[in-house]
């Protein structure tokens, strides 16, 4: 059976509702990742303006592969301690609700419910939490991107990085791959 003919195939309510919190459990990691990179462009600039004035693209290459290669709680202490130096980090409760949540979901949330979708209403409230999950993902990657935003305009780049999005969303219009990408933005990294 082809692609087609299987996205036509009726599905009963259960299968529906079944495919609909796999679905919805796949936007939730989908969004804690979406937080992880945003904590870590945060970091770097974070970085960027308290310790060095000026970085290489290899430094920052380096780092984005130091920080890319570390943990959501190793980063979130990373930010704490950089900023404990200049004050508490308003983000931080935020920071631990997000990544409790997200190992929640990473290391247990399925197991734990898989006796939950024998029935519709069970299944329907999987749905309805992992909604709730996903506009917590969501919020947390909001308030890191109005601190990121006012990092890169305060370093003067937010005209290059809005630049850059542009160019960068017109390759995924066409579903072309970034000539440019550095190897830990690849999918084919590792491998």
């Known amino acids: 059976m082809g692609y087609d003919a299987e996205i036509e195939q009726a ?12 679905a919805h459990f796949g936007l939730a990691i989908y969004f804690c990742q979406v937080v992880e990179t945003g904590l870590v462009n ?9 310790e060095a004035d000026e970085i290489s693209e290899t430094e920052i290459d380096e780092l984005f592969v130091e920080l890319f290669g570390k943990t959501l709680g ?3 202490s990373n930010v704490k301690c950089l900023l ?15 990544l409790k949540l997200r190992n929640e979901l990473v290391h247990q949330w399925m ?12 299944r ?7 909604e709730g999950a996903v506009a917590k993902l969501q919020d947390a990657d909001r308030a890191l991107s109005e601190r990121t935003q006012a990092l890169l ?20 219009e066409h579903g072309e791959d970034d000539p440019d990408a550095p190897e830990y933005f690849s999918p084919r990294q590792g491998g």
């Open 11 to 22: 599905l009963d309510r259960g299968d529906w509702e079944q495919r609909e919190v796999y």
């Open 84 to 98: 404990g130096k200049h004050g508490e980090w308003v983000l931080a409760d935020q920071m631990a609700e997000t």
């Open 42 to 50: 945060y970091l770097l600039l974070l970085r960027r303006a308290t």
């Open 153 to 172: 305009a305060k370093a003067g780049l937010d005209g290059f990085i809005n630049e850059e999005f542009q160019r960068l969303n017109a390759l995924a």
């Open 124 to 130: 329907l409230a999987m749905i309805e939490e992992l």
């Open 111 to 122: 197991r734990t419910r898989s006796l939950m979708q024998g029935t519709s209403e069970k």
């Open 74 to 76: 190793q980063n979130i």
